[in-house]
Each structure stands twice: as C-alpha cells, then as structure tokens.
C-alpha cells in the first residue's frame, strides 16, 4: 500500500512539473515559448515593431530559406533597447539594421553622420561576437515632420527654421526617440530646439500620424521612406546640421552563423535595395489591399531576381 501511495504522488508529481513548464511560455517574443531549441546551423531572424523593417527581416529570411539555409522568426520584437540584448545572448542573429542609429547605440559618443565614415566606426564598435555585411544605398532616417499648415505658418523648411518656435509645440515619436542621442536630446543640443510637450506614440506608425493630422501633435518623428509622408502631404524639415547620420540599411549578424552562402545571400540584396525601393516597400504595404509583409517580400525577391 505504501508503494502505491509513493508511486502515485510521484506521478501526480511529474505531471505538476510538466503543468507548470507548458505554462511557462509567456508572451516574450524573444522566449522560445517551451519550444525545441533551435538547431546550430539554424538562424534565428527578428526585426523591430514596425513595417519596414518586418518587411526586411522576411526579405532575409525568404532568400535564405531559397538557397537551402534553415531559418526561425521572431519578428515584431520592439525597439533597439529591446532586441539588441537578445542578439547578445543568441536568442536572435540576425536583424535588419541602420548604420548611424545602431552606431549611436553601442557608442553614444560617436561623431561620425557620412555614410562611409559611419559604416567604419560601426563595425569597429559592435561587440565581438557581432559583425555587419555589406550595407545597402537605401537610406531611412528618422526626420522631424510637420503639416504643410504648419510648414507655411512658421515659413519652415528645415529644423533651423524650426528652433525659434519649438516652445510652442507639441512633439509626438516613439518612447525610445525622448531618450536616444540624436533624438529630442539632439535636436535641443544641436539646434537648440526644445519642444513644449513630448508624447509617446509609436515608431512613426497610426497613432503618430493620426495625432499630426489632427493637430494633436505640430511636429512628429516619421521615417523618410514612410508612405504616410506623401498620402498626407507632411512636410519632412531638412537637418542642415546632421543630427541625424547616415541611416543605410544593414545585415547585422552573430559572425558564428556568417558562412559564405549566408554573406552571399544578404549581401546580394544589400546590392539591390534603395531608397525609393523602400518607399515603395511601404506603399505597397500600406495599399488598399493591406497585404501581408511576407507577400510583400516575396513580390519584391521575384521583381529583383533573389526569389
């Protein structure tokens, strides 16, 4: 009786374990979610929360898996401040990037904004497990946008313009950019801008452009390639004193998971994407058809020859 009684607790035992562990997985788009670790030769890609950069990372992760490389996603992570720790750790390793952003991130003190110079002193400062490929010509920086009203009223065309009348206007961006170097903080030190108000919204998505079309906000951050910029007739203010550096988008990769085939890949797009490709990225997805980022990958591989 006695073992009986042992025996049974002990499988009531293992199934509270095994309860508790298919619980476990949380929301954490960087967990593994009680899943199989990946295999050595798998790379595991994220990308930040917004279009353009999902668009990239599907873009990745489409050409690899044609030339027979095994791939995971984690799209949708978040901000830099969110995904750059797991690049760190291994739970992601590869991420679409921008040079100047990223350069400013691991080194807040550096100077560099041309593109050339910018590329030099990123690879130079990324942790060692860490490298960058080839970086593309297409380029989106953050940029302080405003209304065409607002443009006109304050006869604006650039941040210099803008400065004598920052203390009357609200400023809408995403958490990250109150703090970042070359956010809020930038354009106070480098045009001595100081807005009146700053409200977090997103990554220069809905809520960001609603509240600049509503008045809610005078002046936003909004990428350059953003299609919202053209459908509304915003007004991106040009950044005579480089605030913003250079922005090319860039592979940026755990050297563990870097082989011939895999540089060859992503550095075969690199070669391909532009600007105005990205743009046009960004109109595509925001169309009235609305599709998804993975058909918006897969049209733009087929168009460039990589699918």
Known sequence: MRRSLIARAAVVAAISVLSLAACGGGSDPLS??????????????????????????????QALQAKGVNVEKKLNIG???????????????????????????VNKQAPETES??????????????????????????????????????????????L???????????????QTRPDGIPGIAETYGCSFKEYRSLDAGGPLTVSALKNGDVQAADI??????????????????????????????????????????????????????????LNAEAASDAKPSVETVAKNWLDQNGLG
């Open 32 to 61: 593994s979610g009680g899943s199989p670790a990946p295999a050595s030769d798998t790379i595991i890609i994220g990308s930040a929360n917004f279009t353009e950069n999902q668009i990239l990372a599907e873009i990745y992760a």
């Open 79 to 105: 901000s830099r401040e969110t995904y750059f720790p797991g690049l760190q750790d291994g739970s992601i390793d590869l991420i679409p990037e921008y040079t100047g952003v990223l350069l400013q991130f």
């Open 116 to 161: 050339n110079a910018v590329y030099t002193a990123l690879e130079a400062a990324l942790p060692g497990t860490l490298t960058v490929l080839d970086r593309s010509e297409a380029e989106d920086k953050d940029a302080v946008v405003v209304t065409r009203e607002t443009a006109t009223r304050l006869n604006a065309t650039s941040l210099a313009d």
């Open 163 to 177: 400065a004598p009348h920052c203390g009357e206007l609200v400023f809408g961006g995403p958490p990250e950019f």
């Open 223 to 280: 990428f350059t390639t953003d299609a919202s910029i053209l459908a509304n007739d915003f007004v991106v203010l040009t950044d005579p004193k480089n605030n913003f550096a250079a922005q090319n988008v860039v592979p940026l990769i755990n050297k563990a998971k870097v082989d011939d085939n895999v540089r060859q890949v992503l550095n075969d797009i690199s070669a391909k994407l532009t600007t105005e490709g990205l743009t046009a």
